[in-house]
């Protein structure tokens, strides 16, 4: 007698009630039902009475906002798991402190540390290499600029990774360019378990703050094609513990031809959605690797770094159009942008302009793009993906973009620009660049220090969840958003109180009027940020801080 199949479990059934649920389905509902991992209903409180039975379990949302998961459209997973674990520099204001901060830590091995900006210091200078040998003890030190463009090294680390000779290596400690490329990559040779530990404590941050996806930005200069697999290895559900964000991944190499293309897609061992995210085409501005047009206005005779040629990235966006697959790169700098938007013209002359729209590619940060250059972008539907708490920590009068740029500083960041003529946008913290905090990420761009380029509260907290599934092209259309049907991926928030905001100084930006018929957002001018209280992907729970009960 042969055993019966097993009976499959039951889907599991759950009513969200008496809360305020963000919904284009009805901007006055309070309750949602969720069978299994998709959206079954939204409505109001009265109907959810009646449809309520014993078979559900049912959450009582206390008031609490549910709304769509963020996306976090630009990450590096193990970057961030060793800057939550390492010598924390963000809060340093001197050589001295940072000195201190390295001969405090308890690290056997490698001291690694992240976040110093020394434009905040009252004295600029950074440590010497004996300065920060002694400080260390003779140990090996890697410890990265807020914007991972540049670090400072010890000068054992610098003589075990072979940095001399190299490109970016300076008589003092600090190390741009090849030179950082190679300090890196050495300080991250690390066993398995470690750089899955490390994956595994971002992913964990970003749950516990209301991300249910995150676009991995991996590339050969920042980690191996291990740590990559081992990032999309979480979407696979078979590792201890709770459930994670969905990992959306991306791989940063260039390729030659549609065949070169190819055979790096084969070679990684795991899919990716394209060949796009950290490739650079230049640095960034706090470390002057930016490529400008002009000097730099607090250095005269810099103008940045090209990493790639106009014909090596033309080339690179061909071979990605034909094949049908993302393309993309990193890129700041006004003449950055120039180098990859005569790439696309390159590109669409090549394999036709209809195959390069088709492609959906990407760019990252775009950070001086003047209206010319936001033109040619929404010609060929390139898809901007762009970092608000940048301009929150480095926008507006004497901040660090107008040390660099002087008056260019106006022009960055175009958030409202780019809207306007149509480009797709999308908005990530590059963490560990800035944290993983979305509520401030969408205040960033409601405050923007250009008020020409602030943007309304709903249309930037849309480029945090839809516009990241759209972004990365994602298999279900209806992701991003809780009406009947879609994927049961959303975040529950205690909030002071919901609002209706514009940005348009003109009126009153902050409304409770019903009549707007807009689904309700946390008021975000209240000194305060919004608690995450639950977190579900696919009906999963990925964190709940305990408070909601059934």
């Not at 996806?213 to 697999?229: N, R, T, W, Y």
């Not at 901007?384 to 901040?399: E, M, T, Y």
């Not at 990420?441 to 516009?467: D, K, Y």
Request: proline residues 5%; glycine residues 10%.
């Amino acid at each position: 007698m042969t055993d019966s199949p097993a009976t499959p479990a039951p889907r599991k059934v759950t009513m969200y009630r008496n809360g305020s649920v963000y919904t284009a389905a009805d901007p006055f509902a309070t309750a949602m039902l969720v069978d299994g991992d998709t959206v079954a209903w939204v409505g109001s409180e009265q109907a959810a009475t009646s449809i309520a039975d014993s078979s559900m379990d049912v959450v009582d949302l206390r008031g609490a906002l549910l709304a769509p998961g963020f996306v976090d459209s630009h990450v590096h997973l193990t970057e961030t798991g060793i800057a939550l674990d390492s010598v924390q520099l963000g809060g340093v204001s001197s050589a001295r402190e940072l000195l201190d901060a390295v001969a405090g830590s308890d690290a056997e091995g490698t001291v690694l540390g992240h976040g110093w900006d020394e434009t905040l210091w009252a004295d600029p200078t950074l440590p010497s290499l004996s300065e920060l040998e002694r400080a260390a003890g003779g140990r090996k030190v890697y410890l990265s600029r807020v914007d991972v463009h540049s670090a400072l090294v010890s000068p054992a680390l610098a003589a075990s990774a072979g940095l001399a000779g190299l490109d970016g290596l300076s008589a003092g400690s600090q190390v741009k360019r090849a030179a950082h490329t190679a300090a890196r990559l050495a300080t991250r040779q690390m066993p398995a378990a470690a750089l899955r530990g490390y994956q595994q404590k971002a992913l964990t941050e970003a749950a516990a703050n209301g991300y249910v996806a995150l676009a991995e930005m991996a590339a050969p200069h920042i980690g191996s094609v291990e740590d990559l697999q081992f990032a999309v290895a979480w979407n696979d559900g078979t590792h201890d513990g709770p459930a994670v964000p969905e990992v959306l991944p991306y791989w940063g190499q260039l390729a030659r031809s549609a065949e070169h293309a190819q055979s790096i897609l084969d070679g990684l061992g795991v899919s990716v959605l394209g060949l796009a995210g950290d490739l650079n085409i230049d640095g960034s501005i706090g470390s002057r690797t930016a490529a400008l047009r002009s000097d730099y206005g607090d250095a005269a005779g810099e103008r940045g770094s090209l990493y790639l040629s106009v014909e090596e990235a033309a080339a690179h966006l061909a071979a990605c159009s034909l094949l049908g697959i993302q393309a993309g790169f990193h890129v700041i700098g006004d003449a950055g942008l120039d180098a990859a938007l005569n790439a696309l013209d390159a590109a669409a002359a090549e394999v036709g302009e209809q195959k390069v729209r088709a492609a959906g590619h990407r760019f990252e940060h775009v950070e001086l793009a003047d209206a010319d250059a936001i033109g040619r972008l929404a010609k060929y539907s390139v898809t901007v993906s762009a970092q608000p708490v940048f301009d929150a920590l480095w926008g507006g009068a004497g901040k660090l973009y107008e040390q660099r740029l002087g008056s260019r500083h106006v022009g960055m960041n175009p958030f409202a620009s780019l809207y306007a003529a149509g480009v797709p946008i999308c908005f990530g913290s590059d963490s560990p660049v800035t944290p993983l905090r979305p509520w401030s990420s969408v205040r960033a761009c409601l405050e923007h220090s250009n008020p020409a380029e602030q943007i309304s509260a709903r249309a930037a907290f849309l480029g945090h969840t839809r516009a990241g599934w759209r972004a990365a092209r994602y298999r279900n259309p209806m992701a991003g958003q809780l009406v009947p049907g879609a994927p049961a991926s959303f975040a529950v928030w205690e909030i002071e109180e919901l609002m209706v905001q514009v940005a348009d100084g003109r009126v009153q930006s902050w409304s409770t009027d019903p009549r707007a018929r807009t689904p309700l957002l946390p008021a975000l001018d209240t000194g305060s940020e919004p608690d995450c209280l639950l977190t579900v992907r696919d009906g999963r729970e990925l964190f709940s801080n305990g408070t909601l009960g059934g």
